[in-house]
């Protein structure tokens, strides 16, 4: 499963670079999936607005990437908290809570938008296959 997350540091411009490096060095995201930067839109790199790609094989990895960013997130200084948005095929979900409700409801969205996204592809591959 593909997820792309998007970060809106509120005004701080190494948000995403920090949320990138705290998932890369988690052990437990290391376990169940694979982090790395996609490309910005906007051409520019590493500023406020962020895409970091995850690739993630079952709702266990979901659901600890989004344990982990609640971390991160409950770590940055205040008053401005980053804004996270996580989106599996065509299902995007903003991080608004912290603890394990705001993990179930974002996980249970994105869960099943990627067996959505996955069905999709298995029926494309066997139509290609003929």
Request: hydrophobic fraction near 45%.
């Amino acid at each position: 499963m593909r997820a792309l997350i998007t970060v809106d540091g509120g005004g701080d411009e190494l948000a995403g670079v920090s949320l990138y490096r705290w998932l890369r060095d988690d052990p437990q995201v290391a376990r169940d999936a694979s982090v790395s930067f996609e490309p910005s839109s906007s051409g520019s790199t590493m500023g406020g607005f962020e895409v970091i790609q995850a690739i993630v094989a079952n709702s266990l990895g979901l659901g600890s990437l989004v344990v982990s960013f609640l971390a991160w997130r409950d770590s940055r200084p205040r008053p401005v908290l980053p804004v996270i948005r996580l989106q599996v095929g065509e299902v995007a979900v903003t991080v608004e809570g912290l603890g394990p409700d705001e993990v179930r409801r974002v996980v249970d969205a994105l869960t099943a938008a990627g067996e959505d996204a996955e069905e999709t592809d298995a029926a494309d591959a066997r139509e290609i296959a003929g």
